[in-house]
C-alpha cells in the first residue's frame, strides 16, 4: 500500500514538472514570438527591387515582399546622428539618421560630413537588404551648420520679398550646397502662420499670410526637389509643422521651460482648412514627400495622436501619397508609457519616428504591438511603402553615393539680391534714404552693426547660433557699409554710439536687434530692443544730424515708444552671410520692394493678431501686413 502511494506520488510528481516544463516552454515561445523571433527570412535569389526600368511602386511591392518585420519596423526609425554609430547601422537596418541640434561631423567642414554621411550609407549598404538611409538636417537658411556655406535670409525675409522665383533659386542653391554634402533631406520649408511675435520660431515661416505662404512654400519645393539630370530629386523637402502652430496660445505650452512654443492651437477645423492647410496642399501639389508634425495640441489631442488629421486630412483628404514623420521626440514629449505613445502615432499615422535616441526599444515596441494585434501589418507596410517611395524618387538604389571631395559653392550675388529684396522700409523723413554722395560722414553704432553670427539668427552652425565674425565668406553690415561708402567719405563704428561730439556727422546708421534664438528658448513675454541697443540709438541722435535704424531680428519688436523719434526705420530680419545686400539698399543702389509679410503690432495687449488683421484688444497695429514704402 505503502510503495503505491509512493509509485503514484512520484508520478504526480513527474506529471506537474512535466506540465511546468510545458508552461515554461510555451512562456517563452510566446515571449519570444511577441519579441520579434521566429522571422522566416525571405530569400533574395528573386529580388527584382534594383531593376531600375521597373515602375517604382512594383519595385517597392517586391522590396516589401522580401522584409521581414523588424527591417520594416526598422525602416520606420529616424535616429540621431549621435545616438548611433556607423557599425550598428547595418545590423538595424534603419530608415534614417539627421543631425539634430547642429550634431556635426567631427571636422566641421563640407568634406567632414560628405565623409560622414558616406560612412554611414556605406554601412547601411551592408545590410541583408543594403536599403540606403535618409540623412536630414535643418538647412532652413541654407546649408547653414557648415562654416562656410552661404547663409540666406531666414524666411520671414524672404517672406518679405514675395518673389517666388527667387525663394526656388535660394532652395535650388541649398540643394547643391546639401547635396554636396551627401545628405538628401532638409526640414524645410516652413509653413506655419505665426500670429503671434512672442513665439521664438516667428523668423522660421514666410508669413501669416496663407496665400503667400502657399505660393512660397510650393516655390521651395520645387526648388529643392528640381529634378536632376538623372530624373531625381536632389533633396527631399519635409513640409512643417503640421499643422496649426501659428495659432497657438500663449502660456498654454506643454513644455515648462516655454510659453508658446509646444503650446496649443485654439482654432475649429474650419479655420484649419480654410488657413493652415492650403499651404500644405500646395507644396503637395508642387511634388513634396515628407511631412512633419508638429509638438502642438489641437482639440485636446496632441497633433502626433491625431489621426482625423493626419491620417484623415492630411493622406486622404489631400491625398498626400509620402510619408509623415514626427518632430524631434515627439511621440514621447511628456509621455511616461512609451509603448502606448508609440501605438497611439503609429496608429494616428505618423509613418517615421523621430525618436531620436532608443531605436532599439522603439523596434521592441512596434513589434510587439503588431503581435498583440495593436497594429496591424497593413499599418506597418503603408508607413514603409510611404518612406520607400521617397527613397526610390531621392534614386538612392540607382545612384552612386557622393564624392566625398566636393566644396560648397558660393551662391554670394544670389545671397546678396536676396537680402536686398527682403528689406522693408516702414519709415524714411526728412529724405533720411537713400544716402547721396552729399552724405559724408556717417557713424554707425548698434550691437547688430558687426557681428555676422547674430545677422544669421539661429540654425547657424549651433541649434541657437553663433555670435561674432569668424564665419568664413560672411559680410556683416558695417563691412558692406564700409565698402559702399565713398572714398571722400567718414565712417566711424562704436557699437555704444558713444562718439567724439565736437563734430556733428551727416547720418547715423543704428544696425540694432535680437541674440539669436532657436524654438521655446525664444519665446519672450515682451520682445523689445535691449537698453544697450536703445542707448546706442539715443547716443546718435546727440552726434548726428539724421538716424536711420536698421532693425536685425527674428521678428517684428514692440517700438511704439521710441520709433517716432527716429528718421528712418528698416526692417533687415536675419539677412545671413551676405551683410552687403543691406548697403545696396541704403545707398540706392537698389530699390525697397519688400513688405511687411505680417503686422507689426503696437503693444503685446495686441497679441495675436488673427490672419484678417485683427487684434486682440481691438486697436490698430503700427504697421499692417504689406507695409512698405519705396523710393
Ligand atoms: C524642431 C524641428 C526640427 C527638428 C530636427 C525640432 O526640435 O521642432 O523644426 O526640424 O527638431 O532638428
Known amino acids: 500500500m505503502r510503495s503505491r502511494r509512493v509509485l503514484e506520488f512520484a508520478k504526480n510528481g513527474k506529471r506537474v514538472g512535466i506540465s511546468l516544463f510545458v508552461f515554461f516552454v510555451c512562456v517563452a515561445a510566446s515571449v519570444l514570438y511577441l ?66 541640434a547642429g550634431a556635426k561631423p567631427p571636422v566641421n567642414t563640407a568634406v567632414g560630413w560628405a565623409a560622414m554621411v558616406a ?23 541654407g546649408h547653414a551648420l557648415v562654416p562656410g556655406a552661404t547663409i540666406f535670409p531666414h524666411q520671414i525675409g524672404l517672406g518679405a520679398s514675395g518673389d517666388g522665383a527667387l525663394v526656388e533659386r535660394v532652395a535650388a542653391a541649398t540643394a547643391a550646397d546639401i547635396r554636396t554634402t551627401g545628405v538628401n533631406w532638409n526640414y524645410a ?14 523668423y522660421e515661416a514666410f508669413s501669416d499670410d496663407t496665400n503667400l505662404v502657399s505660393r512660397l512654400g510650393a516655390a521651395y519645393v520645387r526648388g529643392l526637389q528640381s529634378s536632376s539630370s538623372f530624373g531625381h530629386i536632389p533633396v527631399l523637402a519635409s513640409l512643417k509643422h503640421y499643422v496649426g502652430l501659428g495659432a497657438m496660445q500663449w502660456g498654454t505650452s506643454q513644455n515648462k521651460n516655454f510659453q ?20 500644405f496642399a500646395a507644396a503637395i501639389d508642387a511634388g513634396a514627400l515628407s511631412v512633419m508634425v508638429g509638438l502642438n495640441t489641437w482639440d485636446g489631442k496632441r497633433l ?16 498626400f501619397k509620402g510619408f509623415v514623420v514626427s518632430d524631434w521626440y515627439g511621440v514621447y514629449e511628456g509621455r511616461q508609457n512609451l509603448f502606448g505613445a508609440t501605438v497611439e502615432a503609429v496608429n494616428a499615422g505618423v509613418d517615421m519616428v523621430m525618436l531620436p535616441f532608443d531605436y532599439k526599444n522603439f523596434v521592441r515596441n512596434v513589434t510587439l504591438a503588431n503581435r498583440l494585434g495593436l497594429v496591424s501589418t497593413e499599418r506597418i507596410d503603408d508607413a514603409v511603402r510611404r518612406i520607400l517611395r521617397a527613397k526610390f524618387a531621392l534614386g538612392l538604389f540607382d545612384t552612386a553615393p557622393a564624392a566625398i571631395d566636393s566644396q560648397l559653392v558660393h551662391h554670394d550675388a544670389l545671397a546678396r539680391q536676396s537680402v536686398a529684396q527682403s528689406l522693408v522700409l516702414l519709415k524714411n523723413e526728412n529724405h533720411t534714404l537713400p544716402i547721396t554722395p552729399a552724405v559724408r560722414h556717417i557713424r554707425v553704432a548698434g550691437s547688430a552693426a558687426d557681428n555676422v553670427g547674430l545677422q544669421s539668427g539661429a540654425w547657424t552652425v549651433e541649434w541657437q547660433g553663433v555670435e561674432g565674425n569668424w564665419l568664413p ?11 559702399r561708402t565713398p572714398k571722400n567719405s567718414f565712417i566711424e563704428f562704436n557699437a555704444s554710439g558713444i562718439f ?6 551727416d547720418l547715423g546708421i543704428a544696425v540694432v536687434g535680437e541674440t539669436p534664438y532657436a524654438e521655446g528658448w525664444g519665446d519672450r513675454a515682451y520682445p523689445i530692443l535691449s537698453d544697450a541697443d536703445l542707448a546706442a540709438i539715443k547716443s546718435l541722435h546727440i552726434t548726428c544730424k539724421r538716424v536711420v535704424v536698421i532693425i536685425v531680428s527674428g521678428r517684428p519688436l514692440l517700438i511704439a515708444n521710441e520709433v517716432a523719434s527716429w528718421d528712418a526705420l528698416v526692417a533687415a530680419w536675419l539677412p545671413g552671410t551676405a551683410g552687403g545686400g543691406v548697403a545696396d539698399v541704403l545707398f540706392g543702389d537698389t530699390p525697397f520692394t519688400g513688405t511687411l509679410p505680417l503686422p507689426w503690432p503696437r503693444t503685446s495687449e495686441q497679441l495675436p493678431i488673427t490672419y484678417e488683421g485683427k487684434t486682440a484688444d481691438g486697436t490698430e497695429v503700427l504697421f499692417p501686413r504689406y507695409s512698405g514704402l519705396a523710393y
Open 473 to 483: 565668406h560672411g559680410t556683416s553690415i558695417l563691412a558692406g557699409i564700409k565698402n
Open 119 to 141: 560612412g554611414f550609407q556605406a554601412e547601411a549598404r551592408t545590410s541583408r537588404l543594403g536599403i540606403p538611409l535618409l540623412y536630414g538636417v535643418d538647412a532652413v537658411h
Open 500 to 505: 567724439a561730439t565736437n563734430s556733428e556727422a
Open 304 to 319: 502626433v495622436t491625431n489621426r482625423a488629421l493626419i491620417t484623415d486630412e492630411l493622406k486622404t483628404n489631400l491625398q
Open 260 to 279: 508658446i512654443d509646444q503650446a496649443t492651437t485654439p482654432v475649429d477645423l474650419r479655420a484649419l482648412r480654410d488657413e493652415y492647410l492650403p499651404p
Open 35 to 100: 519579441g520579434g523571433y521566429f522571422e522566416s527570412v525571405p530569400d533574395l535569389g528573386d529580388a527584382k527591387w534594383h531593376d531600375a526600368t521597373l515602375p517604382t511602386e512594383t519595385r517597392i511591392d517586391d522590396l516589401l515582399a522580401h522584409m521581414t518585420l523588424t527591417e520594416k519596423i526598422a525602416q520606420m526609425a529616424l535616429v540621431e546622428k549621435n545616438s548611433v554609430t556607423a557599425a550598428t547601422i547595418a545590423e538595424s537596418g534603419l530608415g534614417g539618421v539627421l543631425s539634430g
Open 189 to 202: 520649408p516652413n509653413l506655419d502662420l505665426p500670429q503671434d511675435i512672442r513665439w521664438g520660431r516667428m
